[in-house]
């Protein structure tokens, strides 16, 4: 039974020490912005451009034949929408406001 409690106090050491419990919050948190990003793409922007397109009714249903197969790119052009918006929150969001997060922390208090 010793042995099975080394372990678990290894296990927990390990949790803390390598901050695992800060990578799932954030692989839930990015999963979270991801699901809400997809959402916007999919159910706002990709209707707004099926519209400037009036023969299809989504973004996602923009498709071309070659002969008895269907070429559908428009779910390719709407992922590719739904990366470039994911991108620039994670930049915009992320990282330049952490860089200016620490900015301010590292400037000297105003007099």
Same mark, same amino acid.
């Given at each position: ?13 390990? $949790? ?10 954030? %692989? $839930? ?10 959402? %916007?793409?999919?159910? $706002? ?19 071309? #034949?070659?002969?008895?197969?269907? $070429?559908?790119?428009?779910? %390719?052009? *709407?992922?590719?929408?739904? %990366?470039?918006?994911? *991108? ?7 990282? #330049?406001?952490?860089? #200016?997060?620490?900015? *301010? #922390? ?6």
């Amino acid at each position: 039974m010793s042995r099975v409690k080394d372990q678990f106090k290894g296990y927990i050491h390990f $949790i803390r020490t390598q901050g695992v419990a800060g990578f799932a919050i954030g %692989f $839930i948190l990015g999963k979270a912005v991801s699901d809400l990003v997809g959402s %916007f793409v999919n159910d $706002i922007v990709n209707p707004l451009i099926g519209l400037a397109f009036t023969r299809f009714g989504n973004l996602t249903d923009m498709s071309f #034949k070659i002969g008895t197969a269907s $070429i559908g790119y428009g779910k %390719f052009i *709407a992922l590719f929408i739904n %990366f470039f918006i994911l *991108a620039a929150i994670v930049y915009f969001g992320i990282v #330049k406001l952490s860089a #200016k997060l620490d900015q *301010a #922390k590292d400037a000297p208090p105003a007099k």
